[in-house]
């Protein structure tokens, strides 16, 4: 039995377009550098294992609950062998590349054991010049995107927008995107790590050469009937002590944001519950106690955990996320 919430040290990720928001804005322990890309909240892929940092399952790692309490931890989903969700925060101090991610089948093919990516974005910060690429233009075809990367014009082939806080991104396996320098955002995705790069706006890797593209694999994993990507309407959720707003449901997760002053109830119902909390701060109270809860921390609630309350001290935006 796992009747507590459980939190876990983050996997930091240094890469060429991160920068220091991770801990000056989300509370992330950083050393010295300047290029902290990620904060991988709850990873069970590979050797990038979450580690729990407190309680009587201190320093077991993501995959080994999993392994070892899989009804405890995952309740009506205890046949997963594998924790389905990789939870992350990003900082984009310069443009990421425009890439594409697989479906389940083409991620089986390409890399045996690994899933698709679908993912979705949360913007918590974002400079006006931003902007979000996700899609393709309507009636772009494999043949028109293929000669556009030849004649150095992709963005005329691209569907994008500012990006603006608050607003949320989904991004199924199979969409062409690429987020901007500027952006801060939580990212909900299945657990996979397998990306194709498209094109990478002509720069240079740290060894001053162009970074490898997989072009190939890319115009494979494209559904080109998709076109353009907007944000997501957020649809209304009555609770007994405000309206949450639902962002996402998907064969793969669900999404609700909680954007309130009122205390209310998180109740895993035979589901394991993930809070994020993005912005304010307030309490968790539940069989542990009362604890303190930040901008920045992310909380894994146990299927076999009973209901937790979350106490704001003034306004906070929360983020629930649960598979379907």
């Known amino acids: 039995m796992i009747a507590q919430p459980l939190r ?43 580690v729990c940092s407190r309680g009587e399952f201190a320093g077991s790692t993501l995959g080994r609950l999993v392994q070892e309490h899989p009804s ?20 984009a101090c310069d443009r990421l ?12 093919e390409f890399r045996p054991g690994e899933s698709g ?3 979705a974005w949360v913007i918590l910060e974002a400079s006006p010049s931003a902007r979000i690429f996700a899609g393709l233009q309507s009636g772009v075809s494999h043949d028109d995107l293929r000669l556009a990367l030849e004649q150095g014009q992709i963005e005329a082939c691209l569907h994008s927008f500012q990006a603006k806080t608050g607003q949320c991104v989904f991004v199924p396996a199979g ?16 657990s996979s790590d397998i990306t194709f790069r498209l094109h990478d706006w002509g720069r240079l890797g740290i060894d001053r050469k162009p970074r490898p593209l997989h ?20 649809q209304p959720a009555p609770l007994p002590t405000h309206v949450a707003e639902e962002l996402v449901s998907c064969p793969y997760f669900v999404m609700r944001r909680h954007a309130t002053a009122a205390a209310f109830d998180v109740v895993p119902d035979k589901r394991f519950r993930i809070v994020m909390l993005l912005s304010g701060h307030g309490e968790l109270e539940s069989s542990l106690g009362a604890e303190p809860i930040r901008t920045g921390d992310t909380v894994l609630i146990p299927a076999d955990c009973p209901p937790v309350r979350v106490t704001p001290h003034g306004d906070i935006g929360l983020l629930e996320v649960h598979l379907p």
Request: proline letters at 5%.
């Open 8 to 50: 876990f040290n983050p996997v930091l990720k240094r890469l060429r377009w991160g920068g220091r928001r991770l801990g000056t804005v989300l509370g992330k322990t950083l050393g010295a550098e300047d290029d902290y890309a990620e904060s991988w909240e709850l990873s069970d892929h590979g050797d990038d294992q979450s």
């Open 72 to 91: 405890a931890l995952l309740g009506r989903h205890d046949h997963i062998t594998r924790f389905p969700l990789l939870i992350k925060f990003l900082d």
């Open 97 to 108: 590349s425009l890439q594409v991610h697989p479906k389940d089948a083409q991620a089986a």
């Open 117 to 119: 990516k679908t993912e």
């Open 175 to 190: 969409t062409v995107h690429a987020i901007d320098a500027g952006v801060l955002l939580a990212e909900v995705q299945q």
């Open 215 to 234: 072009i190939g694999e890319a115009l494979e994993c494209i559904d080109f009937d998709r076109g353009p990507i907007s944000p997501v309407l957020p």
